[in-house]
């Protein structure tokens, strides 16, 4: 059946109003994949367990999701270290920033590395201000 000429005006804003709302949605889309994406600190030739002193007790927390960070991998340092298999990185949070610590275990002026956060062999590693790095 024909339509009629005042239904293809309204049929033509439809579509129009359809691909600005589809348009809206591609650009929120982006700004979310924008929103989620990391940053790389720094890359180091080392092993990761020389980031920090791995704390046990935090390591646990963070199995159980109570010590955790709040977007994974927002701010990371890479490794590639040597030997097969020593490629990995870890997550960096600190007080106040990109950490989940509903039981206000964190402490000032410390650093937290996340090796495998939201996995049930998450280590925690603790640098605290002032310390030196572990050497090679």
Known sequence: MPTSRATRPLSGLCLALAAVAGL????????????????LYGLTGSTFRKVGTLDPALSRSCREGMFNQIRKDRLYIGYFGP??????????AKQGFNLHDPT???E???????HNDGYSD?????????????PP
């Open 122 to 134: 998450c280590l925690v590693f603790v640098a605290r201000e002032g310390d030196r790095p572990n």
């Open 104 to 106: 206000g275990r964190a």
């Open 108 to 114: 000032p002026d410390t650093t937290y590395h996340f």
């Open 24 to 39: 809206s949605l591609f650009m929120a889309a982006g700004d979310a994949v924008a929103s989620e994406r990391t940053t």
């Open 83 to 92: 030997g097969p298999g020593r490629r990995t990185l870890t997550g960096i």
